[in-house]
C-alpha cells in the first residue's frame, strides 16, 4: 500500500493560520509516503508569503514535491518581473526546478509548469502548456511504470459547469498524452474545489484526476478547506476527501476506483 497526500493553493498572504496548524499536524498523523502540493504556494510572490510558503512546506511529511500556481508570480507592481523572469522569487525560495520529476518505489511523478507571467491569453489566471512541455513529459515517461504514474499540473482538467472554459489547454493534447503514456492519476488545483473524476473514458487508456480544494487560504468558493489523502495497492486507488470542520480535519467522503486493461474505472 502506498499512501500520497495531495493538497493545494495554500495561498500565504491569504492564509488562515490556525488551518495551517490544524492541517500540518494532521499531515504529521497521517504519515504519507508521499506529500503533493500543487500550485499557488503563495498570493503574489511577495517576499513575506514566500517566507511563509517556506516555513510550511518545510514542516510538510517528506519527501515533499512541489511546483508552481498562477499565484505565484509577483502581479503587475513588479512588471518587469513579471514579463522577463516571472519565477525568479519562486525559484530563489524552492529551488530552480519548476518541473521536477522523482521516483520512489512504486511511484513515479512529472510536474508541468502551466502557470505565466505573460501570453496570448488575456486571462492570466488561467492554464496553458506548450506542445514542448507535452512532448518533454513524454520523453520523461518513456521507461516502463514502477506501479503508480502520476503527473501534477496546478491547473484542472475538469470543470463544474460555470467553469468549463477555464481548464487547461489544450486539453485534447494533454488527454492524448495521458492515453499514450498510460498516466494513472493527474493531481491539480486552482478552483478551490474539491474535484475527482476520469478524462479520457473514450480513449484507449482513462486516468483518475484529483482537483484538491484549498487547504488552508481564506479563499474559499463556497466548501470548507480540504485535501485528498490516496491510497494505492495494485489494481485499487482509493481517494479520502478530508475537510476542515472549524476545529481540525476529519474524513468527508470516499471514492474508489479500479485498474484494468483500459485504465481506470470508478467503482460506483
Ligand atoms: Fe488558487
Ligand atoms: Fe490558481
Redesign the pocket.
Known amino acids: 500500500m502506498t499512501r500520497l497526500l495531495h493538497l493545494s ?1 495554500p495561498h500565504f498572504g491569504a492564509a488562515d493560520e490556525a488551518t495551517a496548524r490544524s492541517f500540518l499536524d494532521c499531515a504529521a498523523e497521517l504519515a504519507p509516503d508521499l506529500t503533493v502540493l500543487s ?2 504556494l503563495t498570493m503574489r510572490a511577495r517576499r513575506s508569503e514566500l517566507a511563509a510558503a517556506k516555513s510550511f512546506v518545510d514542516q510538510l511529511p517528506q519527501p515533499h514535491f512541489v511546483i508552481p ?3 505565484d508570480i509577483p502581479a503587475f507592481n513588479q512588471p518587469f518581473d513579471r514579463v522577463f523572469r516571472p519565477f525568479r522569487r519562486y525559484r530563489e525560495t524552492f529551488g530552480p526546478d519548476l518541473e521536477p520529476i522523482l521516483r520512489k518505489g512504486s511511484i513515479e511523478i512529472v510536474g508541468l509548469n502551466s ?1 505565466r507571467g505573460i501570453g496570448p491569453q488575456l486571462d492570466w ?1 488561467k492554464g496553458i502548456l506548450s506542445q514542448a512541455q507535452l512532448q518533454r513529459a513524454a520523453s520523461r515517461f518513456a521507461s516502463p511504470s514502477p506501479g503508480l504514474r502520476i503527473l501534477t499540473l ?2 484542472p482538467l475538469l470543470a463544474p459547469p460555470d467553469h468549463r472554459r477555464d481548464v487547461v489547454k489544450p486539453l485534447p493534447a494533454l488527454v492524448s498524452l495521458l492515453t499514450a503514456s498510460h498516466v494513472d492519476l493527474v493531481l491539480c ?2 478552483f478551490h474545489q474539491s474535484l475527482i473524476g476520469i478524462v479520457g473514458k473514450d480513449a484507449k487508456w482513462s486516468t483518475i484526476v484529483s482537483q484538491a480544494p484549498t487547504v488552508c487560504s481564506t479563499r474559499l468558493q463556497g466548501e470548507p478547506p480540504g485535501f485528498h489523502m490516496i491510497h494505492h495497492d495494485g489494481d485499487s486507488l482509493r481517494i479520502v476527501l478530508h475537510r476542515f470542520d472549524q476545529t481540525r480535519f476529519i474524513e468527508c467522503s470516499v471514492m474508489d476506483f479500479r485498474r484494468a486493461g483500459t485504465g481506470w474505472q470508478p467503482i460506483s
Open positions: 493553493d500550485g499557488d500556481g498562477n499565484h502557470s489566471s496546478h491547473h488545483g486552482h
